[in-house]
């Protein structure tokens, strides 16, 4: 079973338009992080949220954390080609360790 | 710093055949982590070390695969022998461990088991 559970797992999405990935922690979260891949590539670090109701932006993409409901969201707005890709959501699963788990992905494509 | 290394970025090998994949990690970082992808299992943690140290192995599948990390500049996954189930990419990660810190991703192999 998948620890950390994304949705949806695809997205296709106009040009211009705001779009939401969600992340649902099955067990209590020490941390989260969001990175990007591009297919073929690393996985890029884009944030990482430690504290409950913490929100933080990087361009046109901003994180939120809600730890009661162990859950995160990544909002995109005015979405361009340039985000097109596979986003991943990561998270330490033991307290003060370092085993850092990822969901499944969702794979983001815009369309022009 | 250039960043997690691995070698080779391809690999195409017959099944039965030995595989090794390699990887530097960014200097002072202690953790290293070494994931697989597939389209269907997503991002799995294989193993991780700390100060070359293994700490968590439970999600080597199988007793084919081994890893090693000798010293704090290089670490290895083999596959021996390997099979057209192990195709996938390979990741390699280091992270420090001050606190909860993101890691940073090497560019991955690509490995056929044909």
């Known amino acids: 079973s998948q620890e950390l559970e994304q949705s949806p797992q695809s997205l296709i999405v106009q040009e211009g338009k705001n779009l939401t990935i969600n992340c649902t922690s099955s067990?209590?979260?020490?941390?989260l992080y969001w990175y990007k891949q591009k297919y073929g590539e690393g996985l890029i670090f884009l944030m990482m949220?430690?504290?409950?109701?913490e929100e933080k932006s990087h361009e046109k993409i901003t994180a939120k954390l809600d730890e009661k409901k162990q859950q995160s969201s990544l909002h995109i707005t005015a979405s361009q080609p340039s985000h097109a890709g596979i986003y991943l959501c990561g998270a330490y699963r033991v307290q003060g360790a370092q085993k850092l788990v990822f969901g499944q992905g969702t794979r983001l494509t815009i369309n022009p | 710093d250039a960043g997690v290394i691995q070698s080779p970025r391809h690999e195409v090998t017959e099944m039965g055949q030995e595989v090794t994949l390699r990887c530097k990690p960014i200097?002072?970082?202690?953790?290293l982590f070494w994931y697989r992808q597939t389209m269907m299992r997503g991002l799995e943690l294989l193993i991780y070390?700390?100060?070359?140290?293994?700490?968590?192995d439970s999600g080597m599948p199988e007793d084919r695969f081994s890893a090693k990390m000798p010293n704090a500049s290089f670490s290895t996954l083999k596959i021996q022998p390997s099979e057209p189930r192990d195709s996938a990419v390979y990741f390699c990660?280091?992270?420090?461990?001050?606190?909860?810190?993101?890691?940073?991703f090497g560019q991955g192999t690509r490995l056929t088991v044909v």
């Open positions: 200097s002072g970082h202690d953790y």
């Open positions: 990660a280091s992270s420090r461990s001050s606190g909860n810190t993101e890691a940073f």
């Open positions: 949220l430690q504290k409950g109701g």
């Open positions: 070390f700390n100060n070359n140290v293994p700490i968590d």
């Open positions: 067990k209590t979260l020490y941390g």
